[in-house]
């Protein structure tokens, strides 16, 4: 059963403008490019938290993170904690991720992680590449996943995820209030003066948000957002650039902004609530064993719904 040595880099500067199969090359010694090409199309390699392909450029400050198979007692340990799944059968699992729980373990994280709670549940997925997870929500956003049971249905996922077909769709609130629905079609790199955030940069990655008001509030919105991409931190950094920033964004939001004329009850939840609202609430794919479309949806969690309608009631 093969386990997984984990490495993880930061791009080097002076590597700016190089395909990332080159620059696996050059930061992991004793691995040759062809290797690390195959592991690329394995999904084994991350950038910046997502799946590239091997022609992919860098732009320097990256994370870079890989999974080299080995034959080995694996690091992670299995972790009992309770799972909402959505759907399951032999291949894969739709699941509920809980705002605060992180995906994967890393640097402050070495454990806790839904990654130990699932090899808890199916200790199998351990020798699949990060236990059959394809994907990540980011800590404090709450929402639907996709995890893999098989490698021939994690591959699967993968191809979906890089071509972009898997749909994911969003409820965020924003400050202030949106007229219309929009696209924001921005370049998104890693952030040069700030490693815990991502910017629009134009030497980035291309990255495609569509947005449409869901509901409007005196002074929020609720939008329905989908993308056409998967760039770490996405929404948020693309609702910041076009200054409706998530209430509760600790990361990209401005200020706790609380209007005058505010009810008492707005007031205390806006207060209260210390995450991003953003919620992935919708999630479709290709099943990558029968080919069957299939959907699954989740309703706001019970933070972020009564903020919601605290909003509502505001709005009267």
């Known amino acids: 059963m093969n386990d997984y040595a984990k490495f993880s880099f930061v791009v080097p500067d002076e590597m700016v403008g190089q395909r990332v199969d080159k620059v696996l090359a050059q930061l992991c010694e004793g691995h040759s490019r062809s290797a690390i090409q195959s592991w690329i199309k394995e999904g084994l ?22 999974a080299v198979p080995q034959i080995s007692q694996g690091e992670w340990q299995a972790q009992e904690m309770p799972l909402d799944i959505v759907h399951e059968d032999d291949a894969m699992l739709v699941l509920c991720k809980p705002a605060g ?21 199916y200790p ?60 924001v079609e921005e370049p998104i790199a890693r952030d ?49 650039h076009i200054g409706f920033q998530l209430v509760g964004d600790p990361v990209y939001g401005r200020r706790l902004a609380i209007a005058g004329d505010c009810s008492a009850a707005l007031e205390q939840q806006l207060r209260s609530f210390q995450r991003q609202a953003l919620h992935a609430t919708r999630i479709a794919y290709r099943h990558p064993v029968t080919g069957e479309t299939q959907q699954w949806q989740r309703d706001l969690p019970t933070d972020m719904q009564a903020l919601v309608d605290a909003c509502r009631e505001d709005n009267r």
């Open 45 to 66: 390699v991350l950038l910046d938290d997502e799946i590239p392909a091997q022609k992919d450029k860098v732009f320097g400050g990256e994370s870079l993170e890989l």
């Open 124 to 183: 199998e997925l351990r020798s699949l590449a990060r236990a059959g997870i394809v994907h990540r929500l980011d800590k404090d956003t709450s929402g639907l996943m996709v995890v893999a049971k098989t490698e021939l249905a994690r591959l699967g996922l993968i191809e979906q995820l890089v071509d972009h077909s898997l749909a994911r769709e969003y409820l965020a609130l924003v400050n202030g209030r949106v007229i219309s629905g929009g696209s």
């Open 101 to 121: 729980l992180v995906v994967h373990p890393g640097a402050g994280n070495p454990d806790g992680t839904l990654l130990n709670g699932l090899l808890f549940h």
């Open 192 to 240: 040069k003066h700030d490693r815990r955030k991502m910017a629009v940069n134009m030497m980035g990655k291309e990255a495609i948000t569509h947005y449409r008001v869901a509901d409007r509030f005196r002074n929020h919105t609720l939008l329905q957002v989908n993308l056409e991409t998967g760039r770490t931190h996405q929404i948020r950094v693309h609702m910041n």
